[in-house]
């Protein structure tokens, strides 16, 4: 159980400052963000959502580990997915 940042990161830092366990740290490189597998709890335990995903203003920047993103596009914009850019 562990989230993951993709490339749609925008490297803003917020994630980082708010992990409780101090996973995500900068990516080498000018990277984006990264999110260590091996101490992310998803804050499971702690709170009620992940806090890198409700603090990130990035739709589709965190993934669960079976890939579907943590905030989907739509989630924080109110636009309707046949609106969604192609990426």
């Known amino acids: 159980m562990a989230l993951k940042i993709v490339d749609r990161c925008v490297n803003c ?3 980082q400052m ?7 740290r900068k990516g080498k490189n000018d990277a984006h963000f990264l999110i ?4 992310c709890t998803e804050c499971v335990g702690s709170y009620d959502e992940p806090q890198c995903s409700s603090i990130c203003p990035i739709e589709c920047a965190i993934e669960f580990s079976d890939g579907s993103p943590v905030n989907p596009f739509g989630s924080l914009t109110g636009l309707p997915l046949d609106k969604a850019p192609l990426v």
């Open 18 to 24: 708010v992990c409780p366990t101090g996973s995500i």
């Open 36 to 39: 260590n597998q091996d101490t």
């Open 13 to 15: 830092h917020a994630c």
